[in-house]
């Protein structure tokens, strides 16, 4: 498979940060985002980064990748993770509809 067919192969798509909570249970900091995926619904999903910082991503947008699992559909944050900053979150440079595909 070409590199450009398997990249059209993904399903990501822009989704908004509505809320934040605590992850219980996790094994270092991590958080649980839930995503409005416009007209696909919400998703909840964690994120490595602590409550505090997560709390300032609401409202904004971030790009997912999302995949059935036996419990239904799982949406996952795409990151770039830099070895002297931590995680970064992908997002669009611009506001864009809720559930946008990503190409």
Known sequence: MEPAQAIQE??????RVTAVAA???ARGPSTLLTLDLGG???R???VPIAVE???KLVGSQVI????SSQGGEDAVVLTVHLHDA??????PD???????PVA
């Open 86 to 91: 931590g995680l970064v979150l992908i997002r």
């Open 40 to 42: 696909r619904g919400s």
């Open 64 to 67: 997912c990748a999302l995949g």
């Open 53 to 55: 910082e997560a709390g």
């Open 23 to 25: 992850h219980p249970g």
């Open 94 to 100: 611009r506001e864009v509809e809720d559930g946008s």
């Open 10 to 15: 993904l399903d990501l798509v822009v989704a």
């Open 44 to 46: 909840e999903t964690p």
